[in-house]
Nanobody
């Protein structure tokens, strides 16, 4: 069974940057499409970014487009979320998720399309 562990969260000033990492263990990363989601206090979990198994297709929520970048390094079994120009609205718990899609190019945006989830890492952006 796949295990996902996020890291890289923390406190950052508005306008700053963070890079989140998600390490996949017990299974090979290459068989999964990967996504990042976030949940702010009192709000529903929302889609942030996704990347296909082969890394060729990426998707982003409108709110983060142009500021966040998702990438993967299958050799390290790690998925990254580079977050630039952070603002207080980005404050949330960020979760990585894995989808064992049969497609090499599909990148899902719906949370119900993902099978496995990490525990989350807190990102707090202050002014």
């Amino acid at each position: 069974q796949v295990q996902l562990v996020e890291s890289g969260g923390g406190l950052v000033q508005a306008g700053g940057s963070l890079r989140l990492s998600c390490v996949v263990s017990r299974r090979t990363l290459s068989i999964y499409a990967m996504g990042w989601f976030r949940q702010a206090p009192g709000k529903e979990r929302e889609f942030v970014a996704a990347i296909s198994r082969n890394g060729g297709n990426t998707k982003y929520a409108d709110a983060v487009k142009g500021h966040f970048t998702i990438s993967r390094d299958n050799a390290k079994n790690t998925v990254y979320l580079q977050m630039n120009s952070l603002k207080p609205d980005d404050t949330a718990v960020y979760y990585c998720a894995a989808d064992s899609s049969y497609s090499f190019t599909y990148a899902a945006v719906g949370s119900n399309e993902y099978e496995y989830w990490g525990q989350g890492t807190q990102v707090t952006v202050s002014s």
